[in-house]
């Protein structure tokens, strides 16, 4: 009898161990899933914020050369004015200032250049054409200034076009933001 109390007990306690071992090994793996997905999430999140940290560099300057060249073409459309001296000296700031539109211009394209990789092709497409058609923009609005009505819808065409090319920017910037 003692005997047999002792395998009652023996199966008893057999049981209960495996079912923990059972417990333990599927916890074991469960735990080195876990941190596997845990790692994983973290190996995105880290290549999420590299994306928007290089998204926004190319925004802002993007934002900065539009609005600097805005800012220059408005200058540039006031005439001219006082003695011989001070008008070399205004266009002699104008030339200086679009060198330096130059200069942002080409950090801006090199910027682009350097993160089209977190762009992606289509945004850095994109933005390649919408710089191309601003440049084409304040050059038809210098060749062609107010005045005849050829120049008002070469102004009009250069100008729509940009605008159009705005717009799918911003629709651009608010999906490669937006979370997925």
Do not use: C
Request: hydrophobic share 40%; charged share 30%.
């Amino acid at each position: 009898m003692a005997n047999k109390e002792k395998t009652n007990w023996t199966e008893f306690w057999l049981d209960k161990l495996v079912i923990v071992a059972i417990f333990l090994i599927a916890g074991f793996f469960l735990n080195l899933r876990l941190e596997r997905v845990k790692s994983d999430l973290s190996f995105y999140n880290d290549i999420n914020k590299m994306r928007v940290e290089k998204v926004a560099e190319v925004w802002g300057k993007l934002d900065m050369y539009h609005a600097i060249s805005e800012d220059h073409y408005q200058r540039m459309q006031y005439p001219l004015t006082g003695t011989v001296q001070e008008r070399e000296k205004q266009v002699e700031a104008w030339n200086k200032e679009t060198e330096a539109i130059s200069l942002i211009y080409k950090d801006l394209r090199d910027t682009i250049e350097k993160n089209s990789f977190w762009l992606g092709e289509d945004a850095h497409n994109q933005i390649i054409e919408y710089m191309k058609v601003t440049h084409e923009y304040f050059l038809t609005k210098i060749r062609f200034p107010p005045g005849p009505s050829i120049s008002e819808e070469k102004n009009k065409e250069a100008a729509d076009k940009r605008a159009k090319h705005r717009q799918a920017l911003e629709e651009l910037r608010r999906s490669i933001l937006s979370p997925p």
